[in-house]
Protein backbone atom coordinates (compact mmCIF):
# COMPACT_ATOMS: atom_id res chain seq x y z
CA UNK A 1 0.00 0.00 0.00
CA UNK A 2 2.95 1.97 0.55
CA UNK A 3 4.00 2.41 -3.29
CA UNK A 4 0.66 2.81 -4.75
CA UNK A 5 0.95 7.05 -5.14
CA UNK A 6 4.34 6.30 -6.79
CA UNK A 7 2.85 3.54 -9.62
CA UNK A 8 0.21 5.69 -9.90
CA UNK A 9 1.95 8.95 -10.77
CA UNK A 10 4.67 6.67 -12.89
CA UNK A 11 1.74 5.99 -14.99
CA UNK A 12 0.79 9.49 -15.14
CA UNK A 13 4.62 10.49 -15.82
CA UNK A 14 4.60 7.71 -19.07
CA UNK A 15 1.49 8.88 -20.60
CA UNK A 16 3.14 12.49 -20.12
CA UNK A 17 5.92 11.34 -22.46
CA UNK A 18 3.78 9.48 -24.52
CA UNK A 19 2.30 12.69 -25.53
CA UNK A 20 5.24 14.74 -25.83
CA UNK A 21 7.01 12.37 -28.23
CA UNK A 22 4.06 12.31 -30.55
CA UNK A 23 3.30 16.00 -30.68
CA UNK A 24 7.61 16.52 -31.35
CA UNK A 25 6.60 13.76 -34.28
CA UNK A 26 3.81 16.04 -35.20
CA UNK A 27 5.44 19.01 -35.42
CA UNK A 28 8.45 17.73 -37.02
CA UNK A 29 6.23 16.33 -40.12
CA UNK A 30 4.29 19.57 -40.20
CA UNK A 31 7.82 21.34 -40.17
CA UNK A 32 8.67 19.11 -43.27
CA UNK A 33 5.61 19.05 -45.39
CA UNK A 34 4.32 22.71 -44.27
CA UNK A 35 5.91 24.09 -47.05
CA UNK A 36 4.69 21.76 -49.51
CA UNK A 37 1.18 22.25 -48.39
CA UNK A 38 1.51 25.93 -48.58
CA UNK A 39 2.95 26.35 -52.20
CA UNK A 40 -0.03 23.95 -53.21
CA UNK A 41 -3.07 26.10 -51.58
CA UNK A 42 -0.70 29.14 -53.28
CA UNK A 43 -1.09 27.61 -56.59
CA UNK A 44 -4.62 26.79 -56.20
CA UNK A 45 -5.41 30.41 -55.21
CA UNK A 46 -3.41 31.77 -58.34
CA UNK A 47 -5.35 29.70 -60.48
CA UNK A 48 -9.05 31.22 -59.18
Known sequence: MLFAPK???QGLVE???ILVLI???VI???ALVGPA???VFSNI???L
Open 45 to 47: MSN
Open 37 to 39: VGN
Open 7 to 9: EKG
Open 23 to 25: AVV
Open 28 to 30: VIL
Open 15 to 17: YAL
